[in-house]
C-alpha cells in the first residue's frame, strides 16, 4: 500500500486506453489499498480529455457516455480531493516562479505540496508524485517529491 498524488494526465489512463494504462489501473484498484489524491480540477482537465477524444473520434458517444458515467463515480468515491482553496492557489503562484509550468501543473504540484503535508501530519508515509508530462516531473522531484511516469510502464 502506498500514497500517491495522480493528475490527469494519469487517471484518464484508468479510464481510455493508452500507453501506461495497464500500469494505472493496476495501481489505482480497489484491492491494492493505494491512496490516489488528486486536484479537484483534474476533473475538469478529464472531462476536456474525454471531450477531445470524443471530436477527434478516437471514442464515440456511446462510450464517452459510459466512461463519463464510470468517472464520476470513481473521481467521487476513490480518490482524496484537495479542493483549490488560498493555500494552494498562493503555492502554485510561487511554483511558477520557480519552475517552468502551465497554470494547472502549478496547481497540481500545490495541491500534491499540500496533500503531503496533510498526509505527514496524519502519520502517512510519503507522497509519489505521477505525471505523463516530464516538466511537472522535474518541477516534482526539484520540490522534493519521488515520482513516476505511467507511460514507461
Not at 13 to 20: Q, Y
Not at 28 to 47: D, F, K, Q, R
Not at 102 to 123: E, K, M, V
Request: cysteine-free; hydrophobic content about 45%; glycine content about 4%.
Amino acid at each position: 500500500m502506498a500514497n500517491y498524488y495522480a493528475d490527469s494526465s494519469v487517471l484518464v489512463k484508468r479510464h481510455v486506453p493508452e500507453s501506461g494504462s495497464v500500469w494505472v489501473k493496476a495501481l489505482s484498484a480497489p484491492a491494492m489499498g493505494n491512496v490516489i489524491v488528486t486536484a479537484h480540477l483534474s476533473l475538469i482537465e478529464l472531462y476536456s480529455a474525454l471531450n477531445r477524444r470524443l471530436r477527434e473520434n478516437s471514442i464515440n458517444t456511446p462510450d464517452y457516455k459510459n466512461i463519463a458515467a464510470d468517472l464520476s463515480v470513481i473521481f467521487s468515491s476513490q480518490y482524496g480531493i484537495i479542493p483549490l482553496i488560498p493555500i494552494v492557489v498562493n503555492d502554485a503562484k510561487g511554483l511558477l516562479e520557480r519552475h517552468p509550468l502551465r497554470a494547472y501543473d502549478a496547481i497540481q504540484l500545490a495541491s500534491a505540496l499540500y496533500a503531503r503535508i496533510h498526509l505527514q501530519a496524519t502519520g502517512h508515509a510519503g507522497l509519489i508524485f505521477l505525471s505523463a508530462d516530464t516538466r511537472l516531473l522535474t518541477a516534482a522531484q526539484d520540490e522534493g517529491f519521488t515520482t513516476d511516469n505511467p507511460n514507461l510502464h
